[in-house]
């Protein structure tokens, strides 16, 4: 499973101490609120200038990101941190041109503020209208991947709100350069610079403070290990959202074409075995385990991908037990982040649809399959945020669902679900347009 290298537990702090930081971090939050009411009036011409002046300055100061984030990978490297982690913490030049072009393609999309949601005009004349409005001050707690730092304040700034940041410590000079280059540009604009904020990262107390700071806070969003989303989502005042952990399921049917459930599997688990969305465990339909499960053993380990897999998988193989590893009960429910991969025989779908919905996480699951009928069941069936057919776990992104970036990845049912791009942060407001209107008595 995936560690949680930061979560909202008590530290050794002084009183004296935790009272400064407690101060701290909600005096970071009521400087927030103040920006976010200028920030509610900004119009989509101002916004998007803003997001296109930023992705520049990211461009231009590409040499100063790079250094800092060179510290950050070399202390990582140092303290021996798990290399997904260290995965998700560098950058290069080209991961920090994609952080710009998120940012762009942000202020290609359509501004969410303002869109008439619903409204009618009742039989007395009263006009009503629901209109979309920025949340306010978001929260976001996480760990490592600097990339977040930008891809957060490019949708809070778009939806209107004002963010207050807490990432982890690995990345702390990363992030302070970026926030930096941002609230340059935000100064550069006339806009407060309180916009955009990093909170302290080395007193996990910074985090307590932000999820429990209720009326200063108006939603908080953990993005990291299951350790970091649980804390947070469990101990927090201020309303959260729950996002991230990714135990994915790819389910080979017996009607899959095998080449191309073999090419989903690779992608699905090998691409990127650090992020949420890789595929952590695959499901084989008995009918072609036969042909397909000494294929899959052999290429996934061509790949580097170690194979923990059930009595059925070992038998099958071909290529001996000794290059399968045997599977337990925690590997199941293990969120990996890293090259392996759990592996069993199933009887039905339905059987892949039971140990899903015992596993998973409720992130993304996939299946292969020729037959439209197996399809439809495995989609209606499977309670997740996506539901991927012959398609790969790695699209579940907000930049492959064309949000241009994305805040997380929602596996909650509530307010919002799946990548979560500008709609999702926005609340509503009732407007009510009236000429002297009373309600009657009674």
């Known amino acids: 499973?995936?560690?949680?290298?930061?979560?909202?537990?008590?530290?050794?702090?002084?009183?004296?101490?935790?009272?400064?930081?407690?101060?701290?971090?909600?005096?970071?939050?009521?400087?927030?609120?103040?920006?976010?009411?200028?920030?509610?009036?900004?119009?989509?011409?101002?916004?998007?200038?803003?997001?296109?002046?930023?992705?520049?300055?990211?461009?231009?100061?590409?040499?100063?990101?790079?250094?800092?984030?060179?510290?950050?990978?070399?202390?990582a490297r140092q303290a021996q941190l798990p290399e997904s982690t260290i995965d998700r913490l560098i950058l290069t030049?080209?991961?920090?041109?994609?952080?710009?072009?998120?940012?762009?393609?942000?202020?290609?999309?359509?501004d969410p503020i303002g869109e008439v949601v619903r409204g009618n005009v009742l039989p007395n004349g009263l006009q009503l209208q629901q209109v979309r409005v920025p949340l306010?001050?978001?929260?976001?707690?996480?760990?490592?991947?600097?990339?977040?730092?930008?891809?957060?304040?490019g949708l809070t700034l778009k939806s209107g709100n004002a963010v207050l940041l807490r990432g982890s410590s690995s990345a702390e000079r990363s992030n302070t350069v970026l926030v930096s280059i941002l609230a340059d540009v935000l100064r550069a604009h006339g806009l407060p610079a309180e916009s955009v904020q990093l909170l302290p990262c080395h007193d996990r107390a910074s985090v307590q403070h932000l999820i429990t700071a209720r009326g200063l806070v108006d939603v908080v969003i953990p993005r990291g290990g299951a350790g970091l989303i649980s804390a947070v989502v469990e101990q927090a005042t201020v309303p959260a959202i729950e996002t991230g952990a990714g135990n994915c399921h790819l389910y080979v049917d017996a009607h899959a074409d095998l080449d191309t459930a073999l090419r989903?599997?690779?992608?699905?688990?090998?691409?990127?075995?650090?992020?949420?969305?890789?595929?952590?465990?695959?499901?084989?339909?008995?009918?072609?385990?036969?042909?397909?499960?000494?294929?899959?053993?052999?290429?996934?380990?061509?790949?580097?991908?170690?194979?923990?897999?059930?009595?059925?998988?070992?038998?099958?193989?071909?290529?001996?037990?000794s290059n399968v590893v045997p599977v337990t009960d925690e590997d199941w429910s293990t969120e990996y982040g890293s090259l392996d991969i759990a592996a069993a025989?199933?009887?039905?779908?339905?059987?892949?649809?039971?140990?899903?919905?015992?596993?998973?996480?409720?992130?993304?699951?996939?299946?292969?399959?020729?037959?439209?009928?197996?399809?439809?069941?495995?989609?209606?069936?499977?309670?997740?945020?996506?539901?991927?057919?012959?398609?790969?776990?790695?699209?579940?992104?907000?930049?492959?669902?064309?949000?241009?970036?994305?805040?997380?990845?929602?596996?909650?049912?509530?307010?919002?679900?799946?990548?979560?791009?500008?709609?999702?942060?926005?609340s509503t407001k009732w407007l009510a347009f009236g000429d002297g209107h009373v309600r009657p008595a009674g």
């Open 1 to 75: 499973m995936t560690t949680s290298t930061e979560s909202p537990s008590t530290t050794d702090a002084t009183p004296a101490q935790g009272e400064d930081l407690r101060e701290q971090v909600h005096d970071a939050a009521r400087r927030a609120r103040r920006a976010a009411g200028d920030l509610a009036l900004l119009n989509r011409d101002a916004k998007d200038a803003l997001l296109h002046a930023m992705a520049d300055a990211l461009v231009e100061r590409g040499s100063e990101i790079l250094a800092a984030n060179d510290l950050d990978v070399a202390a």
């Open 93 to 110: 030049t080209d991961r920090v041109t994609s952080m710009a072009e998120g940012l762009r393609t942000v202020a290609g999309l359509p």
């Open 136 to 153: 306010g001050v978001v929260g976001m707690v996480y760990e490592g991947r600097p990339n977040v730092t930008v891809d957060a304040a």
């Open 264 to 321: 989903l599997l690779l992608n699905s688990k090998a691409r990127r075995p650090s992020v949420c969305n890789a595929a952590e465990t695959v499901l084989v339909h008995r009918d072609i385990a036969g042909e397909f499960v000494p294929k899959m053993v052999t290429e996934l380990r061509s790949a580097g991908v170690t194979v923990h897999g059930d009595r059925r998988v070992a038998d099958i193989s071909g290529v001996g037990a």
């Open 345 to 426: 025989v199933v009887d039905s779908l339905p059987d892949a649809v039971e140990h899903i919905g015992t596993y998973g996480t409720g992130h993304t699951e996939a299946i292969a399959t020729a037959d439209i009928r197996a399809a439809r069941q495995f989609s209606a069936r499977v309670d997740a945020a996506a539901v991927l057919v012959n398609a790969s776990t790695a699209f579940t992104d907000g930049s492959e669902f064309g949000m241009g970036a994305e805040i997380g990845i929602s596996t909650q049912k509530l307010h919002a679900r799946g990548p979560m791009g500008l709609p999702e942060l926005t």
